[in-house]
């Protein structure tokens, strides 16, 4: 987890869940260990604009996000007050199953 620029980077997160498509986008929670070591879990809200990408690098939707996938995401510092608190997504990234891990892309 890292914060630059009002921008929140949560590495090796796990998907709790995807909700599905609502008309004007979809939401994927996720839960992370911040900077303080704690875990915490956030809905992102996907919009047009927001990066999904698969292991190998290539897009996907929103739909192809389950629940206990491994994904590097940003997302905005600030989020609402609800439980969990739901940010807007700019990037969402699936890891391989490899070794290694497709780095996050972000697309303002």
Known sequence: ????????????????ANPGRRESGCDIEIQYVNDQGATRNVILRVTDSTVLRGADGRRVSCASFTAGQR????????????????????????????SGTVGIDIDL
Not at 2 to 11: C, E, K, L, M, N
Not at 74 to 89: E, G, H, L, V
């Open 1 to 16: 987890m890292a914060y630059f620029s009002g921008i929140q980077y949560a590495t090796n997160a796990t998907v709790v």
């Open 71 to 98: 994904v590097n995401a940003s997302f905005t510092d600030s989020m609402s007050n609800t439980a969990p608190p739901m940010a807007r997504a700019y990037s969402i990234t699936r890891q391989g199953t490899g």
